[in-house]
């Protein structure tokens, strides 16, 4: 019986899932060999930071709620934490102030409105969620069925074990001088890769002269980008390993950013 299945509710039950919201820890490491992708969060600093308001290490599982839309009932007395982008959390329909510790108590709603400007929120909860591990990590991989429950995004319904904290702990608060901002354009910097020569100097100024935008085919897998065309003297290649912000050229010369659960292997000249 999965855990979505137990009639005993403990910890947390998802109301509303939301657009896309996943289990996740920091990651799957160590495993490329049979396949499997590392996961994790895409936003690492604001995971790492919902964990620590919540007492946590940096490994705990914690969920990442993409755009917003999510909504959980607390069935235990324990401590929250929200962290990423901008949409509007409430618990029991009044508002609250994100990147903090709020104590939350059974029969609690919570709720998170929808993003305006960044796309990734964490929720994460004192001890953590309580998720059995796929190999070595609980992070979840739709593509691969692996890790959360049932290898898939949450559903209404489910039911997400937390251990209950009644004893008294700090309120923390990160400032807000240390809080991202989401808003405007950034600048990446990038080194060349070993095939850099399958692009031509007229090749190589456009990549890094030109601004792009990040296109709607993007998912956890890799961010697409749209701009000038881009194009390498490799028409075909061999397969090969791929590593986490890797740069891809497919054939339509649109720049691939590779990401958390990019695929193991891939066969597109990399700049």
């Known amino acids: 019986m ?32 049979i396949g499997l992708t590392n996961g994790g969060p895409l936003d690492r600093y604001s995971f790492n930071w919902a964990n620590r308001l919540c007492g946590n290490d940096e490994n705990t599982c914690a969920i ?28 029991n329909g009044k508002p609250a102030v994100p990147w903090q510790t709020h104590t939350v108590n059974s029969g609690d709603k919570i709720a998170l409105g929808f993003s305006q400007t960044a796309s990734r929120h964490y929720l994460a909860v004192r001890g953590g969620f309580q998720i059995e591990p796929m190999f070595g990590s609980c992070s979840t991989v739709a593509r691969e069925k692996l890790g959360g429950l049932n290898g898939s995004a949450l559903q209404a319904g ?27 354009d950034i600048t990446l910097r990038v080194v060349l890769g070993y095939q850099q020569a399958s692009f ?15 296109s709607d085919k993007c998912d956890r897998m890799g961010f697409r980008l749209t701009g000038s065309e ?6 075909g290649m061999l397969s090969e390993g791929i590593c986490y912000g890797a740069i891809q050229i497919p054939a339509d010369g649109q720049p691939i950013v590779l990401l958390n659960d990019r695929q193991t292997i891939g066969g597109y000249p990399k700049i």
């Open 2 to 33: 999965s855990l979505a299945q137990n009639t005993i509710q403990t910890g947390f039950t998802v109301l509303q899932p939301g657009i896309l919201s996943l289990l996740q820890d920091a990651g799957r490491f160590g495993q490329h060999s």
């Open 64 to 91: 990442e709620a993409s755009i917003g839309g999510l909504s959980l009932q607390a069935h235990t007395d324990t401590q929250i934490a929200i962290t990423g982008g901008d949409a509007r959390l409430t618990i």
């Open 230 to 235: 881009i194009k390498s003297d490799i028409s």
């Open 200 to 214: 031509d100097s007229i090749q190589k100024a456009r990549f890094f002269s030109n601004p792009f935008e990040i």
């Open 158 to 184: 489910d039911n997400l074990p937390c251990s209950s904290n009644t004893d008294t702990a700090p309120t923390l608060k990160l400032a807000e001088a240390m809080r991202p901002d989401y808003s405007g």
